[in-house]
């Protein structure tokens, strides 16, 4: 019905400027607890600007008039159609609120269905109102140009710590991130729209989406008119489902001035709401209802339930008036609206051709994987591709021409991979170095330790990986500090790290295949760590694989005081043994005894000090006494190439003795550098090769009837 409640909408919108929620609660195949944020927020909006609410009466107002002028002409079946250029700015956590570019794709296809009347489901419309279903003939186009004219794929992807779980209209946060890492895109020449991890609600709702309606009130270049929505609600794909396809499509209803079929406020249910109003004359006066009883009469008449704009979860169509109200939105001044589809502004964001082609991109569903193991590829070059080559060496097939390849790699090693699109006239290439990671399989045999004096560097995509969600200070090498008298261990970099994240340590691959399903396996490791302040909860996690990686199961947590009670008002580096901590993990079962067993350890951080790990060891226990003897032998030599004076340590246990010599390639003794007992911990050697020629020598250590040997490089 036309009835206008000015007031009522011009408090909504006001409830926006604060950055609060100006919108709404949704739901479809069920029933929604639903929290009004806007009524708190629009009285302390209206109490420090009131002069806003005045602006926003004036700007609906104004927006009534042109209404009724557009009606006068409007044919709803020779109406003008419009192109809106579109970007989509996913905030994430690297987790799966990082959503596919196929997800977008489908909500995109969504919502070009709902505003054209395209949608499968719009014959299931009840007779009583497929006379009045309306085609508003918008077509919602993501954008090939950003606003400084360089080929762009209309999606942008920004890591920001916390504001996954975005606090409901608090969107300042996600908006500044995404314009400091991708520039501002205004809102009189893009539609954005955010996708976050989940909305938090101060009313305890479930809230899927909010956004503004056309107003002066906010700047017309910036980006505070955005919609921003919950990933699960989304398209119809992915993390969303198809019973929430619709959903998108009620917020960009908003965005162009559409109210709920009730009227101006957030909640539906309430008698009042017979006498609000959505200022459209072909929507009956109801309620509002979470159910989708398409014979409800709550205001006098039958209930448009189906709408987009209701709650309830039938939704299949718009009106032919409401279809008129979003084409007076797209004619109108208020927030630019009107410069959106002009000829100019199409040409500037390549919203008015398919896209040049300019990027070679791709991806893949893994990046480490086991020998044998196939990495599903992905196509996301832009734009318009009509053929694609790719190259995959190490893999079979080694090329393919298909979009989305699946590919076996066969043989350990680090390997590339290209992609070359085109669309016929132009190409573009793209080649990424290291980009596949195959570990052996099986993996290294029993019994294994790592005391990180022979690694060179963490990652090296063989012995140790990493993911550093947060994109600042990985886990690394580090030669200041170590367990048991040893110099290196691994090391996360954790003072002052203020962002919260996970950063994992993963292993390469180890053998357990041969191990009686009866023996114990015994898996110890050290640490050390201090907090910053007693207030910081931080967590050391220990994970283990039995399919290279592929899932992962959780087998210890430590955190808070258990992980240490000590704090460090400074950036911790360990002074000697007494500051390590060994963890015992007493629970990998027989089930995990295969041969690509793998294990992780994950730190989740909360602004405390540094962690480091050190002296892993894992065996079975019927190998007891083969240990001991191996853990006399652990060797390092550096610098490695040498030109003169080089370094050799080894690990010793205390009373046994050691033979370390120095062969040629043929196997015969060059040089003697020392024999006896050694006391137990790391000891050094120096080894003047001055007198070697040029060449490759062995280092060699026995001890106990253990051999080891080290390959020596004489510059």
């Known amino acids: 019905m036309k009835k206008v409640t000015l007031l009522s909408l011009g408090l909504l919108a006001i409830g926006a400027i604060a950055q609060t929620t100006v919108q709404h609660d949704h739901s479809h195949n069920q029933a929604v607890s639903h929290e009004c944020e806007n009524n708190v927020e629009m009285k302390k909006v209206f109490l420090q600007n009131p002069e806003l609410e005045a602006q926003h009466i004036i700007d609906q107002a104004n927006f009534e008039n042109e209404y009724q002028q557009f009606l006068q002409d409007y044919d709803p079946y020779a109406r003008s159609s419009y192109t809106v250029p579109v970007v989509?700015?996913?905030?994430?956590?690297?987790?799966?609120?990082?959503?596919?570019?196929?997800?977008?794709?489908?909500?995109?296809?969504?919502?070009n269905e709902d505003f054209t009347m395209t949608n499968d489901d719009g014959s299931n419309t009840i007779p009583a109102f497929t006379s009045?279903?309306?085609?508003?003939?918008?077509?919602?186009?993501?954008?090939?140009?950003?606003?400084?004219?360089?080929?762009?794929?209309?999606?942008?992807?920004?890591?920001?710590?916390?504001?996954?779980?975005?606090?409901?209209?608090?969107?300042?946060?996600?908006?500044?991130?995404?314009?400091?890492?991708?520039?501002?895109?205004?809102?009189?020449?893009?539609?954005?729209?955010?996708?976050?991890?989940?909305?938090?609600?101060?009313?305890?709702?479930?809230?899927?989406?909010?956004?503004?309606?056309?107003?002066?009130?906010?700047?017309?270049?910036?980006?505070?008119?955005?919609?921003?929505?919950?990933?699960?609600?989304?398209g119809s794909i992915g993390t969303s489902t198809s019973s929430y396809r619709h959903v998108l499509s009620h917020e960009v209803g908003h965005w162009l001035n559409l109210s709920h079929t009730w009227g101006g406020s957030n909640s539906p249910g309430e008698a009042a709401n017979c006498g609000d109003d959505d200022g459209v004359t072909d929507t009956p006066n109801c309620e509002g209802s979470f159910s989708c009883n398409t014979s409800s009469?709550?205001?006098?008449?039958?209930?448009?339930?189906?709408?987009?704009?209701?709650?309830?979860?039938?939704?299949?169509?718009?009106?032919?008036?409401?279809?008129?109200?979003?084409?007076?939105?797209?004619?109108?001044?208020?927030?630019?609206?009107?410069?959106?589809?002009?000829?100019?502004?199409?040409?500037?964001?390549?919203?008015?051709?398919?896209?040049?082609?300019?990027?070679?991109?791709f991806s893949s569903n893994y990046k480490y994987i086991c020998a044998g193991q196939s990495v599903d590829f992905y196509d996301e070059s832009f734009h318009n591709v009509q053929t694609r080559s790719w190259i995959f060496t190490g893999g079979t097939p080694a090329t393919s021409s298909d979009e989305n390849p699946v590919i076996t790699y066969n043989t350990p090693g680090v390997y590339p991979v290209s992609l070359t699109v085109s669309d016929g006239s132009n190409d573009v290439s793209s080649t990424e170095n290291n980009f596949v990671i195959v570990l052996a399989d099986p993996g290294k045999s029993l019994p294994y330790s790592e005391g990180f004096e022979t690694i060179s560097n963490i990652p090296d995509d063989e012995n140790w990986m990493i993911v550093d969600q947060a994109g600042s200070d990985p886990w690394i090498l580090t030669s200041t500090a170590g367990s048991q008298g040893s110099q290196k261990s691994a090391k996360l970099l954790n003072y002052n790290n203020s962002e919260s994240s996970d950063d994992e340590l993963i292993s390469g691959t180890i053998d357990l295949s041969g191990v009686d399903p009866s023996d114990d396996m015994i898996f110890t490791f050290d640490y050390a760590y201090r907090k910053r302040t007693s207030s910081n909860?931080?967590?050391?996690?220990?994970?283990?694989?039995?399919?290279?990686?592929?899932?992962?199961?959780?087998?210890?947590?430590?955190?808070?005081?258990?992980?240490?009670?000590?704090?460090?008002?400074?950036?911790?580096?360990?002074?000697?043994?007494?500051?390590?901590?060994?963890?015992?993990?007493?629970?990998?079962?027989?089930?995990?005894?295969?041969?690509?067993?793998?294990?992780k350890f994950v730190f989740e951080s909360d602004n405390g000090n540094n962690i480091y790990i050190d002296n892993i060891n894992m065996?079975?226990?019927?190998?007891?006494?083969?240990?001991?003897?191996?853990?006399?032998?652990?060797?390092?030599?550096?610098?490695?190439?040498?030109?003169?004076?080089?370094?050799?340590?080894?690990?010793?246990?205390?009373?046994?003795?050691?033979?370390?010599?120095?062969?040629?390639?043929?196997?015969?003794?060059?040089?003697?550098?020392?024999?006896?007992?050694?006391?137990?911990?790391?000891?050094?050697?120096?080894?003047?090769?001055?007198?070697?020629?040029?060449?490759?020598?062995?280092?060699?250590?026995?001890?106990?009837?253990?051999?080891?040997?080290?390959?020596?490089?004489?510059?």
């Open 297 to 361: 009469n709550t205001c006098g008449s039958l209930d448009n339930v189906q709408n987009v704009m209701d709650y309830a979860g039938c939704r299949t169509m718009f009106t032919q008036g409401q279809a008129a109200r979003v084409q007076t939105a797209l004619n109108s001044s208020t927030a630019g609206r009107n410069n959106l589809w002009t000829a100019s502004n199409l040409a500037a964001t390549g919203t008015d051709a398919p896209g040049d082609i300019c990027e070679a991109e």
């Open 537 to 599: 909860d931080e967590w050391l996690k220990f994970y283990i694989s039995k399919d290279c990686g592929e899932t992962w199961v959780l087998r210890k947590n430590i955190h808070d005081d258990d992980l240490s009670s000590v704090t460090a008002s400074s950036s911790y580096t360990p002074a000697g043994d007494d500051d390590w901590y060994t963890v015992d993990i007493t629970n990998i079962s027989s089930s995990y005894y295969e041969a690509d067993f793998r294990f």
């Open 132 to 234: 009045i279903i309306g085609n508003a003939d918008v077509e919602f186009v993501l954008a090939t140009r950003d606003p400084s004219g360089n080929c762009h794929k209309g999606i942008t992807r920004t890591y920001v710590a916390g504001a996954g779980e975005h606090d409901v209209g608090d969107n300042g946060d996600v908006r500044t991130a995404v314009q400091s890492a991708h520039g501002n895109w205004p809102q009189n020449k893009y539609m954005n729209i955010f996708i976050v991890k989940k909305f938090t609600s101060t009313g305890g709702g479930i809230t899927l989406g909010y956004t503004n309606t056309p107003g002066n009130w906010y700047n017309q270049s910036g980006m505070g008119g955005s919609i921003y929505m919950d990933n699960t609600a989304v």
């Open 619 to 715: 065996y079975p226990s019927s190998m007891s006494d083969v240990v001991e003897k191996k853990e006399a032998t652990t060797l390092n030599v550096y610098p490695n190439p040498v030109t003169d004076i080089t370094n050799i340590q080894l690990s010793a246990v205390d009373g046994q003795d050691y033979n370390v010599s120095v062969l040629n390639g043929m196997g015969q003794q060059v040089a003697s550098i020392y024999q006896g007992t050694l006391a137990k911990g790391l000891n050094n050697f120096e080894y003047n090769t001055s007198e070697l020629a040029k060449g490759i020598y062995i280092v060699r250590i026995e001890s106990e009837g253990n051999v080891q040997t080290v390959k020596l490089i004489k510059k």
């Open 88 to 111: 989509v700015h996913v905030v994430h956590e690297n987790g799966s609120e990082n959503i596919s570019d196929e997800q977008i794709y489908d909500a995109i296809l969504r919502i």
